[in-house]
């Protein structure tokens, strides 16, 4: 069984920084890639970041470019997005997730993922 557990949302004035954790539970966490999503009310749920298996390539969607960084730490079944020079827009509640299969090399789109966290909310004030 496999669960993911986000943590480290919150309130943050804009240009502030937060780290978002994901913790994953099950076997085999290093053998598949790793996602950040987002859902802003009354939007739908968007790409933000993800991390391949290995760690050794990322992707980004274009709005956070420059801002965020995704990684992850095999040993600890836990994958990272730091967010920086965070903006109001960038309010939303944030998910991760898993791929559904292993060894992935880029997997941007929800269909994609397979396991999904609970989310964790991050307010960008103004």
């Known amino acids: 069984q496999v669960q993911l557990v986000e943590s480290g949302g919150g309130l943050v004035q804009a240009g502030g920084s937060l780290r978002l954790s994901c913790a994953a539970s099950?076997?085999?966490?290093?053998?598949?890639?790793m996602g950040w999503f987002r859902q802003a009310p009354g939007k739908e749920r968007e790409f933000v970041a993800a991390i391949t298996w290995s760690g050794r390539g990322t992707s980004l969607a274009d709005s956070v470019k420059g801002r965020f960084t995704i990684s992850r730490d095999n040993a600890k079944s836990t994958v990272y997005l730091q967010m920086n020079s965070l903006k109001p827009e960038d309010t939303a509640v944030y998910y991760c997730?898993?791929?559904?299969?292993?060894?992935?090399?880029?997997?941007?789109?929800?269909?994609?993922?397979?396991?999904w966290g609970q989310g964790t909310q991050v307010t960008v004030s103004s």
């Open positions: 099950g076997r085999s966490f290093g053998s598949y890639a």
């Open positions: 997730a898993r791929s559904a299969s292993p060894y992935t090399v880029e997997a941007v789109t929800e269909q994609e993922y397979e396991h």
